[in-house]
């Protein structure tokens, strides 16, 4: 690369980093402002023509993006919303995907098998802005649960309709019964390609005690989902998915507790990086798509982008409504119980974000057919899809938060914070129990043994009354205290460790082994600040006396 090249390289990382700055100032869910950032960066003079190789979007970002979501959801929770969830992720993306491609074939133009890929793309959605801001202001847990769960099993579904419509439009053609059959067997075949990479991958994880090892080992957990199941001709978007729901739900017993706080937050990282880099690559590319199809008046442009767009949103309220509110209205009236809550059904309905999933599909939609040709209408289709990200994450990404304080102006109640209480509760009287059973057999000292039961009881008696909504406040203003000395302590006892060093008394390897027990107790502060829930006891410091 030359030098100019470097810095115009050098002046987009600058960008990406200032937006994501400016995400966390103003308390906006990232993807909004890269979405936006990314749509002005590709307007920017200068800025090089990048293109990227189709298959290499899918192969490397996707399999960790799906991964990850699967990971941190909830199996209990995704098997009692079942049906809704079933019912959003296969049903409602059909409707998506035959919806756009209508609307896309006769106003914007697009021949049918094109117009069919776009519809693939575009109906999986992505639950990163909208569970980001749900989490933020308290939207309530089953609505949360319902978005995240759709987005995990619409990715496959939707992906596996845009595979077979790739294949329809590079190849020539598909009937629908073998469109059917391969549907159901790219979804079997998928799944028990990724229940078995779990299973796999757990056997081996259990027998390596090495942290740097382990995490390597989990990054490479999505492809040893997804590259069997590509090889294979099976769905490896619900085979990765499939991996990562059954090792999320087996990690508790099969990862070490410290191997799980380094792995947890290499995820972090690494989604926050793909995330960045899907979204500035598509919008570094799009001066360039908007280049190639200038043919097409502005016009025709605007209101072919804002004809698919409503579509997305249409088919959605339309499905969410017709098919999904209604009879269970009817069903729960005919019982002469409860319908359905009318502010979810309207959350649900409102919620559907495209993201960086339906970037990377686009992206990767082959050039060329298998005679050579030009694929006809791809590069429209790109923008297409970069409309309905647009329209979808920062017009309903910035909505959402008024709309859910609208709704629920005293809050939603936090389901996550009893439930934590609750198993705070059970730990502490669990490790009480054990205590009694022991007795005088405890491997130590009466005085150790006193202040452990004097620890648990106090945790005991605090997530008790917790649960119970009484006795809180001088607990809690009691915990407060204990943490705003603590921190102060922190600070003095890092303030000495640095002093040492600077003098000469002690190695950098001495001061990082007792700064890294010291960043332990301080990360644990931040989070029991931030959360309520999580406050160390006024007696845990006596823990590692004990």
Request: net charge neutral; charged share 20%; glycine share 8%.
């Amino acid at each position: 690369m030359h030098g100019a090249d470097l810095l115009i390289l050098l002046g987009v990382l600058l960008a990406a980093a200032a937006l994501l700055i400016a995400a966390g100032r103003w308390s906006i869910p990232y993807p909004i402002l890269l979405v936006v950032g990314g749509a002005l960066l590709g307007l920017v003079p200068g800025v090089p023509t990048i293109t990227v190789e189709p298959d290499l979007i899918l192969l490397v970002a996707l399999p960790p993006l799906l991964y990850a979501a699967a990971f941190f959801r909830s199996l209990h929770e995704l098997a009692q919303n079942a049906r809704p969830i079933l019912s959003l992720s296969i049903g409602l993306v059909i409707a998506t995907t035959a919806g756009v491609a209508v609307v896309a074939h006769h106003v914007a133009g697009l021949a049918w098998s094109t117009a069919f890929i776009l519809g693939g793309v575009v109906s999986p959605t992505d639950p990163v802005a909208a569970t980001a801001i749900a989490s933020r202001i308290g939207a309530p847990r089953r609505y949360v649960t319902l978005v995240e769960g759709e987005s995990l099993v619409n990715d496959g579904s939707g992906l596996t309709l845009y595979k077979l419509a790739v294949t329809a439009a590079v190849s020539g053609g598909v009937t629908f019964a073998h469109g059917t059959a391969s549907f159901v067997i790219n979804a079997v075949g998928g799944i028990a390609i990724g229940v078995v990479a779990a299973w796999l991958v757990a056997h081996v994880r259990r027998r390596i005690a090495d942290a740097p090892t382990e995490i390597v080992l989990s990054l490479l957990c999505p492809y040893v989902a997804y590259l069997p199941a590509e090889a294979a001709g099976v769905s490896a978007v619900l085979a990765t998915v499939a991996c990562g729901v059954v090792l999320g739900w087996s990690n508790a017993w099969n990862v070490a507790p410290a191997t799980r706080l380094q792995a947890f937050a290499t995820w972090e990282v690494l989604v926050f990086a793909l995330n960045t880099f899907i979204f500035g690559l598509v919008g570094i590319s799009l001066s360039s798509v908007v280049q190639r199809i200038d043919e097409r008046s502005f016009r025709h442009l605007a209101l072919a982008a804002g004809a698919v767009v409503l579509t997305v949103v249409a088919v959605r309220f339309a499905w969410t409504y017709l098919l999904g509110a209604l009879p269970r209205l009817a069903r729960a009236r005919a019982r002469g119980e409860p319908g359905p809550p009318w502010r979810e059904v309207f959350l649900v309905a409102f919620t559907g974000m495209r993201g960086a999933v339906s970037v990377a599909a686009v992206l990767a939609v082959p050039l060329t057919t298998d005679d050579g040709g030009h694929l006809p209408g791809r590069d429209l289709a790109v923008f297409l899809t970069y409309a309905v990200v647009f329209a979808t994450v920062v017009g309903q990404g910035l909505a959402l938060p008024p709309i859910i304080r609208r709704l629920y102006p005293h809050g939603a109640g936090d389901e996550i914070d009893r439930e934590e209480d609750e198993a705070r509760a059970a730990a502490a009287r669990a490790a009480l129990e054990r205590l009694d059973e022991l007795g005088a057999d405890a491997p130590v000292s009466s005085r150790s043994l006193r202040r452990l039961r004097e620890l648990y009881e106090f945790r005991r008696e605090r997530y008790e009354a917790r649960v119970a909504g009484d006795g809180r406040d001088e607990l809690e203003e009691g915990t407060i205290a204990y943490q705003r000395l603590r921190q102060d302590l922190l600070t003095r006892e890092r303030d000495a460790i640095i002093r040492l060093r600077r003098e000469g008394r002690i190695t950098d390897d001495a001061l990082r082994r007792v700064e890294h027990d010291l960043d332990l107790d301080a990360t644990r502060l931040e989070v029991s600040q931030g959360l309520g829930p999580q406050a160390a006891s006024p007696l845990a410091l006596g823990e590692e006396e004990a």
